[in-house]
């Protein structure tokens, strides 16, 4: 049986945008599948992306689906600037 997964539409149009809808998403997800779409996306504040990588790692070691899609310019620098690989969220084998 394969479970579709939740999205949730990461809407941050600039640095200083709120995380709590991304967090209370997260909160409401769990034991699920989920996919974060990027499109919205302008920048990707440090702070989303240690959220976005715990939710990571909590997710898979409980072998459940994560992904990230839609992952523009602005997040792969964000990506690039704190040390990661651009691809990061695109290749389960760098997770």
Known sequence: MTTEPQTHVLDLPNAFAELTPLISFLNGA???PIEIDCNKVAMMP???LQVLLGAEQQWRS???G???TNINDGCRRALSLLGLETNRFE???TA
Do not use: H, M, N, T
């Open 91 to 93: 290749d389960e084998d």
């Open 46 to 48: 440090s702070r989303c």
């Open 62 to 64: 409980e072998g459940l």
């Open 66 to 68: 994560f992904s990230v």
């Open 30 to 32: 769990r034991s699920q």
